[in-house]
């Protein structure tokens, strides 16, 4: 499928949602356009259900590429994160990127900052209170667009998103 057009990835994951309807309404199937997630709590029942959606990819005529896939794991990115049984965790590498980001001294590079670090508010305890800051030092800016000496507490801001809590997000 071509991707390129602007409303093509809508249309995919309309149609993934449709021929895997049954299988996400039953809760063991996830889809993000491209991405599948098999979910199961046991080896058996996990070669069960990936027989299954493979049987209905070849019966839509759609393919997996094999060096993109991985089965039968207990740990996996998935779209930013890594699933592992009973727990949603930051991608060490995502979690390296912001640690070492540089003090942010545009307000595009302010919004880039807050913007990535959005993506990972579940894993900061008291999120609000540590955003708060940033979104006030986002209004002090001076008119040439770079920021006031007063936003300097960006270390905190950025160490606190390591101190994160793991979510029971699958049971």
């Not at 049954?22 to 996830?30: A, F, K, N, V």
């Not at 393919?63 to 794991?73: G, H, I, N, Q, T």
């Not at 592992?84 to 003090?103: F, S, Y």
Request: charged share 25%; proline share 4%; glycine share 4%.
């Amino acid at each position: 499928m071509f991707f390129g057009l602007c409303n093509v990835p809508a249309t995919f994951q309309s149609m993934m949602n449709h021929i895997f309807t049954d299988m996400i309404r039953e809760g063991w199937l996830i889809i993000y356009i491209d991405n599948m997630l098999i979910i199961s709590n046991d080896l058996e029942t996990h070669r069960i259900r990936t027989k299954q959606v493979l049987k209905r990819l070849q019966e839509h005529d759609l393919y997996l590429k094999a060096e993109k896939s991985e089965f039968e794991v207990t740990e996996v990115e998935y779209l930013g994160v890594i699933l592992k049984p009973g727990q949603v965790l930051m991608d060490p590498v995502k979690l390296k990127a912001i640690l070492e980001w540089q003090t942010p001294k545009t307000v595009k590079q302010v919004q880039a900052f807050l913007g990535f670090r959005n993506f990972y508010r579940r894993f900061i305890r008291d999120y609000s209170q540590v955003q708060q800051e940033p979104y006030y030092a986002n209004k002090d800016l001076t008119t040439s667009g770079t920021l006031v000496p007063s936003y300097l507490s960006h270390s905190r801001k950025r160490n606190a998103i390591t101190k994160f809590t793991i979510e029971n997000y699958l049971q």
